[in-house]
Nanobody
């Protein structure tokens, strides 16, 4: 069974930075493409970023483009989300998700992912 655990969230001031981590266990990380989503209120999840299995393709939501960088270290079974120039509207629970299917056209769709972590809270104060 694949398990994903997010870490690195916290309270940060406007303009600050955080680096989130998503550690995968149960299978080797290079089996999966990884997506980052965030949840503000209710169950709806908003796409943030995606990285392919080998890390050669990335995609970002317009709302974070230029401020967020997704990367992966398959040897450490960990995917990172570096977030800079944080804004109050970035406040959310951030979740990582894994998909064994390669389909960049569906990377922004939460239904594309099979496994999810529990999330880590990011709060940006003004």
């Amino acid at each position: 069974q694949v398990q994903l655990v997010e870490s690195g969230g916290g309270l940060v001031q406007v303009g600050g930075s955080l680096r989130l981590s998503c550690t995968v266990s149960g299978r080797t990380l290079n089996t999966y493409a990884i997506g980052w989503f965030r949840r503000v209120q209710g169950p709806e999840r908003e796409f943030v970023a995606h990285i392919s299995r080998r890390g050669d393709y990335t995609k970002y939501a317009d709302s974070v483009e230029g401020r967020v960088t997704v990367s992966r270290d398959n040897d450490k079974n960990t995917v990172y989300l570096q977030m800079d120039s944080l804004k109050p509207e970035d406040t959310a629970v951030y979740l990582c998700a894994a998909s064994a299917v390669t389909d960049t056209a569906r990377a922004t769709n939460s239904l594309f992912y099979n496994y999810w972590g529990q999330g880590t809270q990011v709060t940006v104060s003004s």
